[in-house]
């Protein structure tokens, strides 16, 4: 069950900001919106490195995605799970490969792919524990090679900074990514999505 109450600032729509800033809005998200109450925040957080991240970036979308909602399960934060979610399954994860990822993080051992596992790790690594083991980055840099090591890191931390972000200000989940919640029941060590 997810207990969110009102954002804790208001959704400034597009026609609220200048219109240079305008594009990062389109389309309109909850976290947007709300982070446009600051412009040049706005303009910082979206124009740049979420671009970068998004559309830029040469790491594999599927490994990222899996590693940004991996991020947002084990921080139990439902407003990136549902967004990330979505977005993994776009670009090739599998509803098994989800579920795993759950299972993972609460202790059980799947039949993922060492790499997957791998990443998966890191994410949770970097987000609970905020270290990568030696064994664990020479793994992920002989499979994805150092440029796109980083770009993993970068991910992973700056969706941990997302997952915050959205927490922090009681994010709405938006109505067009909102999941059946109670087919993702949240991580064991938590209890209940945020």
Wanted: with cysteine; net charge negative; proline share 6%.
């Amino acid at each position: 069950m997810i207990l969110l109450s009102m954002a804790r600032v208001p959704y400034i729509p597009p026609e609220g900001v200048s219109p240079d800033l305008r594009h990062i809005l389109t389309p309109p998200t909850n976290l947007k919106m709300a982070v446009a109450n600051n412009p040049t925040a706005l303009d910082v957080f979206f124009s740049r490195i979420g671009k970068w991240l998004g559309t830029e970036s040469t790491i594999d979308a599927r490994l990222r995605e899996l590693a940004i909602v991996q991020v947002a399960y084990v921080t139990a934060n439902a407003y990136e799970f549902s967004w990330h979610l979505r977005g993994a399954l776009r670009v090739g994860a599998t509803d098994q490969d989800i579920d795993a990822l759950m299972a993972e993080t609460n202790g059980a051992t799947t039949s993922l792919p060492a790499l997957d596992r791998a990443v998966l790790k890191a994410a949770r690594d970097i987000t609970l524990d905020l270290s990568l083991s030696d064994e664990l980055w020479a793994l992920l840099e002989q499979h994805l090679g150092r440029e796109r090591l980083l770009e993993l890191i970068l991910a992973i931390t700056y969706y941990n900074h997302v997952c915050r972000v959205a927490a922090v200000l009681k994010l709405d989940i938006d109505e067009h990514v909102k999941l059946p919640m109670d087919r993702y029941p949240p991580p064991a060590r938590i209890g209940a999505w945020r």
